[in-house]
C-alpha cells in the first residue's frame, strides 16, 4: 500500500487538472460552449456527453489539453472513443 498511494495519488492530481483545464475550454470555446457536457470521472478516464455535430471539434480540442497536463519526460496519451452509450464506444476514426 505505501508504495501505490503516491501514484494514486498523483494521478489523482492529475485528473483534477485535466477536469478544470477541459472544463475552462469548454466554457470558453463558443463551439462547444452548450454542447458538451462532463458526466463522469472513473479511475483515469473522463466521460463527456457531445452533440454529434460538436465531436470533432471537441475531439480536436480536449485531446491536446489533456495530453499537456504534465510537461517534461513523461507523456500521457489520450485515447477518444465515441459512442451512442457507454457500454458502445469504439475509437474515433
Known amino acids: 500500500m505505501a508504495m501505490n498511494m503516491p501514484i494514486q495519488g498523483s494521478e489523482a492530481d492529475i485528473m483534477k487538472l485535466a477536469m478544470i483545464r477541459t472544463n475552462r475550454e469548454i466554457t470558453d470555446d463558443s463551439e462547444l460552449n452548450g454542447k458538451i457536457a ?42 477518444v472513443k465515441s459512442g451512442p452509450n457507454w457500454a458502445s464506444l469504439k475509437p474515433l476514426p
Open 38 to 79: 462532463m458526466v463522469l470521472q472513473i479511475h483515469d478516464e473522463l466521460l463527456f456527453e457531445v452533440e454529434k455535430e460538436a465531436l470533432g471539434h471537441a475531439s480536436k480540442t480536449l485531446k491536446p489539453i489533456m495530453e499537456s497536463i504534465i510537461s517534461g519526460k513523461i507523456f500521457l496519451p489520450v485515447d
